[in-house]
């Protein structure tokens, strides 16, 4: 076995390669709500207990419904067929096109070269504009007003899913990534990302809107 081959078994299936120009993205298809993934980010990153790095939004909860349809929900219903309960980690998804970084009027959140989506906590003054513009609900205020954030007073600086970039820069994958029983949150490139989707005949469960704020140009690689 390769030095490649064997690090890409110690990674994981759900986490296919890490570092420069990663992306991160759920197949809800194959999420159990267990919340495995949450206990590992806050005892990876030590968060404090009303901080939600990643949260599981869970819809039709108690549905049975027919295999195969809750990665496409929305389009399964029109369609008349039944998708059943369906569980979706929500983090950082790092967007392509990330509306937060836009609406930012200090520059705290940035989009780095490597693709990482990064909050530089002194430029923060806790606006929480990052808030209403994410559609993911990934910003999160957690603390006291301190520093910059004490000017606007709405609740400290804002703290999200860092991809947990330090553990990728040393070939790691997202503590959430690895602890996933079911391989539910995919890590790799785009490409790499929609290929592994396409193999578990899952589907990529966001509107094109969402998909193209994510993926940017890659959202046509994803089978909808
Ligand atoms: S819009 Fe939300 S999910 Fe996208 S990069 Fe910003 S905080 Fe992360
Ligand atoms: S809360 Fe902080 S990161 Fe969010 S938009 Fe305001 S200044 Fe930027
Ligand atoms: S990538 Fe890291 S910081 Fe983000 S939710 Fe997963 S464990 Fe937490």
Redesign the pocket.
């Known amino acids: 076995m390769s030095a490649n081959e064997s690090a890409q078994e110690r990674l994981g299936q759900g986490v296919m390669s890490t570092g420069e120009g990663m992306r991160i993205f759920p197949d809800v298809e194959a999420c159990i709500d267990c919340g495995g993934c949450v206990v590992a980010c806050k005892r990876t990153w030590d968060v404090p207990v009303d901080d939600q790095r990643i949260d599981i939004t869970t819809m039709l909860e108690g549905v049975e419904g027919e295999s195969g349809f809750n990665s496409q929900q929305v389009s399964a219903i029109e369609e008349g067929m039944s998708p059943g309960e369906t569980s979706l980690p929500m983090q950082c998804y790092h967007c392509e096109n990330a509306p937060?970084v836009s609406?930012?009027?200090?520059n705290?959140?940035q989009k780095k070269d490597n693709g990482f989506v990064e909050?530089v906590d002194d430029?923060?003054?806790?606006?929480?504009?990052?808030l209403s513009a994410c559609p993911f609900g990934a910003?999160q205020f957690p603390e006291s007003n301190e520093g910059l954030t004490a000017v606007v007073g709405s609740g400290g600086?804002?703290d999200k899913c860092t991809g947990c970039e330090e553990r990728q820069d040393v070939g790691k994958g997202p503590a959430c990534a690895e602890e996933c029983a079911t391989d539910a949150i995919l890590v790799g490139s785009s490409g790499e990302i929609a290929d592994e989707l396409e193999k578990r005949d899952s589907g990529a469960f966001f509107n094109d809107t969402a998909m193209e704020i994510i993926f940017g140009d890659d959202a046509e690689m994803f089978d909808r």
């Open positions: 937060c609406v930012c009027p200090t705290a959140l909050v430029l923060c003054i806790g606006c929480q504009y990052c910003p600086t804002m």
